[in-house]
């Protein structure tokens, strides 16, 4: 074990949910220190790559030549952008926010992930997103799926949302936004086809116009549902997922497996995080008409824990959603 070490922090773009995740890191990485008495340099290793590819990759390449002893990757882009670079420079990559990797082609498997990379994944299982969508819209027959068909995240709870809802003879129909900027125009064109609710997975694209588009959807009647409680401090009428805090041990947890007992990744299997609250937005339940009992029942029948959050303009980065 070393007494210090450089550590590199790359973000896909700024926003709640991952800006969250990287404080985590942060205070995950100074608990480690005063537990063994070492040091973490990373303030000089941090990369905010506002959502393009290209920075992506410079920032691989700059850690590469900066020789830093692990890179903490958040979200998928970033983490397909930089690991064959970092691979053959053989610098060990730690993961989070990574919602598919196998179809991402990021790991080989969960458990033995590869030579230098393994992390924490945010698989959403998108059928049981439909199922929770339904227990709050019970009568619902048309569906709409609100999500960047190019992000890896999203791919696969999309599928499982169209295998689940296709099984019950729901109608669903999906608008597929590349870019922020394409967003509201997605969600006005699903308010237009008469959907009677949307599921939208951790998706980065929709996550970075939620503001936006979430009192379009409330001013339609239109329920949101999403893949991350995120969403919901940003106005989505729901939003399904685990605790930070959870999600901050677990990742000590591996560190602590990279770092200190000095441990080969593909020795140390990737950990899949369990959805198991339901965050429900206090303002949008009331303007849409639920009753807070009734959703908190149904949600109960299908073993979902409920939260009721209220949506704030900046995310508090010392909450646990």
């Known amino acids: 074990m070393k007494k210090s070490y450089k550590i590199g922090i790359v973000k896909y773009t700024d926003h709640a949910s991952l800006n969250r995740i990287e404080l985590g890191a942060k205070n995950c990485l100074k608990e480690l220190g005063e537990k063994y008495g070492i040091t973490f340099d990373y303030e000089n290793y941090v990369y905010d790559c506002k959502a393009d590819n290209e920075l992506m990759k410079k920032a691989g390449k700059e850690l590469a030549s900066a020789k830093v002893d692990l890179v903490i990757s958040i979200a998928t882009p970033p983490t397909v952008a930089m690991k064959e670079i970092l691979a053959e420079n053989k610098i060990n990559m730690l993961f989070r ?14 458990e033995k992930p590869g030579l230098y990379i393994t992390g924490t994944s945010d698989s959403l299982d998108g059928g049981r997103l439909a199922q929770v969508a339904l227990a709050a819209v019970p009568n619902a027959k048309k569906i709409g799926l609100l999500y960047n068909s190019s992000e890896f995240s999203s791919k696969m709870p999309i599928e499982e949302a169209k295998d689940y809802l296709e099984k019950l003879g729901i109608q669903w129909i999906e608008a597929n936004p590349s870019c922020k900027a394409d967003v509201l125009d997605a969600v006005k064109f699903l308010i237009s086809e008469g959907v009677d609710a949307v599921l939208t997975p951790t998706d980065n694209t929709v996550m970075s116009a939620e503001m936006e588009i979430s009192p379009v959807f409330t001013a339609a009647g239109v329920p949101q ?19 930070y805090k959870d999600g901050d041990a677990e990742f000590m947890q591996l560190a602590e497996k990279l770092l200190i007992e000095e441990k080969s990744p593909i020795d ?25 009992e009734i959703l908190i029942e149904n949600f109960a029948k299908i073993n979902m824990n409920t939260m009721f959050l209220d949506s ?6 010392d909450s646990d959603l």
């Open 97 to 110: 926010a990574v919602s598919d990797p196998i179809s991402a082609n990021v790991i080989d498997s969960f």
């Open 225 to 243: 549902f999403t893949g991350s409680h995120a969403f919901t401090i940003n106005g989505a009428f729901m939003g399904m997922g685990s605790l």
């Open 268 to 292: 140390v299997p990737v950990i899949r995080s369990a959805h198991t609250f339901a965050a429900i937005n206090n303002q949008v339940y009331e303007q849409l008409g639920y009753d807070k």
């Open 312 to 317: 704030q303009k900046e995310f508090d980065e």
